[in-house]
């Protein structure tokens, strides 16, 4: 079974930055995609990034030019860096690769 680790959640004060990053312990190089989604209090799980395998990157507009999704194939990890943040982003964050491999998720918060 695959494990997944999530780091960098919490709380921060609007127009602020957060950097999250997921570790899996499988090898992520062949992924399709490896991407980002965030769960928003009574919001539908919507995609925020996600980084395909031949090196296209696709944002939600909510985010463009506020946040970078990277991803390391060495490492197996998939990053969000967030900066500018504002109420609105504050969600339950969650990685994923295919074909079903989510992680735990992780609480953003950002007050006003």
């Known amino acids: 079974q695959v494990q997944v680790r999530e780091s960098g959640g919490g709380l921060v004060q609007a127009v602020g930055s957060l950097r999250l990053s997921c570790e899996f312990s499988t090898s992520i190089v062949s992924s399709t995609y490896a991407a980002w989604f965030r769960e928003g209090p009574g919001v539908q799980r919507e995609l925020v990034a996600v980084?395909?395998?031949?090196?296209?990157?696709t944002y939600a507009d909510s985010v463009k030019g506020r946040f970078t999704i990277s991803r390391d194939n060495a490492k197996n990890t998939v990053s969000l860096q967030m900066d500018s943040l504002k109420s609105g982003d504050t969600a339950v964050y969650y990685c994923k690769i295919p074909p079903a491999i989510w992680g735990q998720g992780i609480q953003v918060t950002v007050s006003s």
């Open positions: 980084a395909k395998r031949d090196g296209s990157i």
